[in-house]
């Protein structure tokens, strides 16, 4: 196994985990276009989007380059990259690949690599930057916006499966993520993949009312992992009643007029040396 592998995706790729991804890309989107504009990126950039999925961050950064840059997204799962390509069709500048970043081979080299919640699954999140690092021209920059697992879901008024919910993902993830504490060890991450030490910041997604879209990400997010949960012995199927999930969260949240919060996100970004 090359030093970049990560252990299984514990996530998958089923069409709900796919549905998932697009959910998740909304409420990220606002704290990965932060990232990649302290990063500077700019108009005519070539990017490349590592473990790109189904396509959310690449279109982010097709937007931002304009129609003289272009951007290559690439991942593991041929049925992401596909799903990718339908959602990005609207963006001639996008090419995506199927492929680990151990086996890309590109020698034009990119103006910025940036990877979302991909470090929480390496077995050696150094070795995949490091990897970056070379993709990269001299002056170029990496970029990672990862999730941290420090601190479990909250909600003020409690909502009590809100926080249950969230208890459910923290436990697992330490149990099963091999770098779940990736978010939180960056600025080492980056120093032992021979970058200058990076710039950081941290968002955290906040929400309320019915409309926020976060009961369908985190119950979708529930919906991918729920066999390991169960297998795990986190809890039952019954318990977690998957297919109300989503409208039993949001009637909770609505009913306690409560502010829900989830995982906070840190990014970092450094420059190559010249």
């Given at each position: 196994m090359n030093e970049t592998t990560p252990a299984s995706y514990i996530l998958g790729h089923s069409a709900s985990e796919i549905r998932r991804l697009m959910l998740q890309g909304e409420i990220l989107k606002p704290i990965t276009r932060r990232l990649l504009r302290e990063a500077g990126i700019a108009p005519g950039m070539r990017v490349l989007d590592v473990g790109c999925g189904a396509g959310d961050?690449?279109?982010?950064?097709?937007?931002?380059?304009?129609?003289?840059?272009?951007?290559?997204?690439?991942?593991?799962?041929?049925?992401?990259?596909?799903?990718?390509?339908?959602?990005?069709?609207?963006?001639?500048?996008?090419?995506?690949?199927?492929?680990?970043?151990?086996?890309?081979?590109?020698?034009?080299?990119?103006?910025?690599v940036i990877g979302r919640y991909v470090l929480v699954h390496q077995t050696n999140a150094v070795a995949l930057v490091r990897r970056a690092v070379e993709l990269v021209r001299p002056g170029g920059v990496v970029a990672f916006h990862e999730v941290s697992?420090?601190?479990?879901?909250?909600?003020?008024?409690?909502?009590?499966?809100?926080?249950?919910?969230?208890?459910?993902?923290?436990?697992?993830?330490?149990?099963?993520?091999?770098?779940?504490?990736?978010?939180?060890?960056?600025?080492?991450?980056?120093?032992?993949?021979?970058?200058?030490?990076?710039?950081?910041?941290?968002?955290?997604?906040?929400?309320?009312?019915?409309?926020?879209?976060?009961?369908?990400?985190?119950?979708?997010?529930?919906?991918?992992?729920?066999?390991?949960?169960?297998?795990?012995?986190?809890?039952?199927?019954a318990i977690v009643d998957i297919d109300t999930l989503e409208a039993r969260l949001r009637e909770a949240t609505v009913a306690a007029q409560s502010q829900i919060i989830a995982h906070a996100q840190v990014c970092a970004w450094a420059r190559r040396a010249g």
């Open positions: 961050v690449a279109m982010l950064a097709c937007e931002m380059v304009g129609p003289d840059g272009s951007v290559v997204g690439i991942d593991r799962s041929a049925e992401a990259i596909v799903v990718a390509q339908q959602r990005a069709a609207g963006y001639p500048q996008a090419v995506f690949k199927a492929a680990a970043i151990e086996d890309f081979v590109d020698d034009t080299g990119f103006d910025l697992h420090r601190h479990p879901f909250a909600s003020l008024p409690v909502v009590p499966l809100w926080e249950q919910v969230g208890d459910w993902l923290f436990t697992l993830f330490h149990m099963v993520a091999p770098h779940h504490d990736a978010a939180d060890k960056l600025f080492s991450i980056y120093t032992g993949a021979g970058l200058p030490e990076p710039s950081l910041f941290s968002e955290t997604p906040v929400a309320g009312g019915p409309d926020a879209p976060h009961h369908a990400w985190i119950a979708e997010t529930i919906r991918s992992l729920l066999p390991r949960l169960v297998q795990l012995g986190l809890t039952t199927e």
